[in-house]
């Protein structure tokens, strides 16, 4: 099996977890890195065993050749590193949030259509142990058509402590954080036609919002609430994990705390099945549910590299889930529900 080579652009706070993931995969090497902050270049470099590094992405994308590049930069770099990548006809996967605005999303998805390079957003939700265990559940039918869900993410943890920049910004849990849940409510009942939502600015040292309730119709039928918060002190703290409710004709589908899954059925019964991710020797509580969907999703994209195959969460699809994170803060902004499709 060919040995993909690749490089990761941005050596920033979450870039640990995608060069572990790489590393545990076989077919495939992480040969270069690239940041313009020289001196976390050179420790991650170190740490990793990396020989090649970049200060500059168009430097680096113009003197060498790669299978893929790794963005894991913040989001204001973003478009200009797809656009480099499209150009040198290099596959590409993006963090999320994909974009800033949808512009620059659509102009990226156009820039690496029309150069025929594929391209992948990072959202990695989706690819938890506990979400893959539903959607598995729902195509077997094991609760009938859903009818109504909620996907609930509310803790107190102090994400500002190894992300600080998450403090500034005007926009902030819906973004960073609400834009991964609404995508698990896209990917476990369907597309959304109506979005309506609230906000909450409850810590007042930060300047976006750290609560965001959003009341989804999807295109199904289907009903769903999507809740998350920063602000929630809990006796017990579950970061980060999202807790799910789903109703369906038959039988109804609950994720409760410390990865308990129970399945109801109206004839068959109860099932209770434990969901918890494993614990990658590079993971660490309470990360590690993230950390596992970091390795999932980078499979995925392997497995898509090879095979020729579209990414399940592609650019084109991923721009579904950014229309509703801009649709959620329209409908906050002007207190009325935004029609999606």
Not at 56 to 66: I, P, V, Y
Not at 152 to 157: E, L, M, V
Not at 256 to 273: E, M, N
Request: hydrophobic share 45%; net charge negative; charged share 20%.
């Amino acid at each position: 099996m060919k040995v993909l080579k690749g490089a990761l652009i941005g050596c920033g706070f979450f870039s640990r977890n995608h060069l572990h993931a790489w590393n545990q995969l076989q077919g495939v090497e992480i040969v270069a890195l690239c940041d313009s902050d020289k001196s976390r270049l050179d420790s991650m470099a170190n740490d990793f065993g990396i020989e090649q590094t970049h200060i500059d992405a168009k430097t680096m994308l113009g003197r060498e050749k790669f299978d893929f590049i790794d963005i894991a930069t913040t989001v204001s770099s973003h478009r200009n590193l797809v656009e480099l990548a499209a150009a040198a006809g290099i596959p590409v996967i993006c963090q999320k949030p994909f974009a800033e605005t949808m512009a620059d999303a659509q102009a990226m998805v156009t820039a690496c259509e029309g150069a025929a390079v594929p391209l992948m957003v990072h959202e990695n939700f989706r690819w938890q142990t506990p979400i893959q265990a539903v959607r598995k559940l729902i195509d077997e039918g094991a609760i009938g058509k859903p009818f109504w869900g909620r996907f609930s993410f509310r803790s107190g943890f102090d994400v500002y402590r190894a992300q600080p920049y998450l403090a500034k910004g005007k926009r902030f849990i819906i973004e960073d954080l609400g834009i991964h849940i609404l995508d698990i409510a896209r990917y476990l009942l369907g597309d959304v036609a109506l979005l309506s939502a609230t906000v909450q600015r409850v810590n007042s040292k930060i300047n976006g919002e750290d609560v965001a309730t959003m009341l989804l119709t999807h295109a199904c039928g289907a009903t769903s609430i999507v809740d998350c918060s920063y602000a929630s002190r809990r006796a017990q703290e579950l970061f980060p994990q999202t807790l799910l409710e789903i109703d369906g004709v038959e039988g109804s589908i609950r994720v409760d705390a410390d990865y308990r899954l129970t399945v109801y059925h109206k004839v068959q019964g109860t099932r209770v099945i434990t969901v918890k991710p494993p614990l990658q020797i590079w993971a660490e509580q309470p990360w590690f549910n993230i950390q596992d969907s970091v390795l999932n999703i980078q499979a995925h994209w392997l497995e898509c590299l090879n095979a020729g195959t579209e990414p399940l969460t592609s650019g084109r699809d991923n721009l579904k889930t950014l229309a509703l994170v801009e649709s959620a803060y329209a409908s906050a902004d002007n207190n009325q529900a935004v029609q999606i499709l």
